[in-house]
Every structure is written in C-alpha cells, then in structure tokens.
C-alpha cells in the first residue's frame, strides 16, 4: 500500500489499461441495460432459476407486455438466453457476472450510506 498525502495508507489498485472505444460502448451498453429496475428483477428472478413470460409476470406481478419487452432487451444484450419447450420459451442468466456487478454496486451504496450516516452522527 502506497501512503498518500494525508499519511494514511491508501489501497493499492492495479494498473488499469484504456479500453478501446468499442469496449467502452459495450461497458456502456451492458450498464445502460442494468440501470432499469424492472429487468433487474427480472434478473433477480431468474438467478433462482429459469422461468417462463408467465411464470415471471405471476412471480413479479408485472404485466406481460412489460416482461415480454424487457426479456427482448436483456436477451439482445446476450445476458440472458432463450430456449424454445414446446409452446412456451424459457428465459436463464447467459452472463452471470452480473450478479457480481450488483453485488459490488450494492456494497458500495451500503459503504457510501454508512459513512454519511457517521459523517451526520459526528456533528
């Protein structure tokens, strides 16, 4: 660890390298689809395991043309798959990383919120 300024040690990060523009578009890409809190529950649905339209729309009571819609969206992104049986589809998680995505972005809201609530108990 590297101290900086303050004389605190600072972590110690790794060398990040500049991704090329089309790897930024796909970063933007895959978090633009992850910033709608409907298809993340879509998400959080079916890391439990996969599911029908159906079967969605029942354990997220959200209207069919909603689920539907947003399915289209998260399949073209290629983070979750199709496979046809018989008449119905069912919908899987094809890009499991991002569950890990969530989870860090969820520690970092819950790191951010506990120092401004020590920030606002020291006053």
Do not use: T
């Not at 040690?9 to 790897?23: E, G, S, Y």
């Not at 890391?47 to 959200?62: C, F, H, I, N």
């Not at 119905?88 to 995505?101: C, E, G, H, K, Q």
């Amino acid at each position: 660890m590297k101290n900086n300024s303050s004389g605190r040690q600072a972590p110690a990060r790794r060398a990040a390298r500049a991704l090329a523009p089309a790897q930024l578009a796909a970063v933007a890409e895959l978090f633009a689809v992850l910033s709608e809190e409907s298809r993340l529950a879509i998400l959080q649905r079916l890391k439990a395991g996969p599911a029908s339209v159906g079967e969605l729309v029942e354990d997220l009571a959200m209207k069919q043309a909603n689920v539907s819609k947003q399915l289209g969206i998260l399949a073209a992104a290629g983070v979750i798959a199709r496979q046809q049986q018989g008449n119905r589809a069912i919908y899987s998680i094809a890009l499991p990383l991002v569950f890990d995505l969530c989870d860090l972005v969820c520690r970092g809201v819950a790191e951010q919120a506990a120092q401004r609530a020590a920030a606002l108990g020291a006053r």
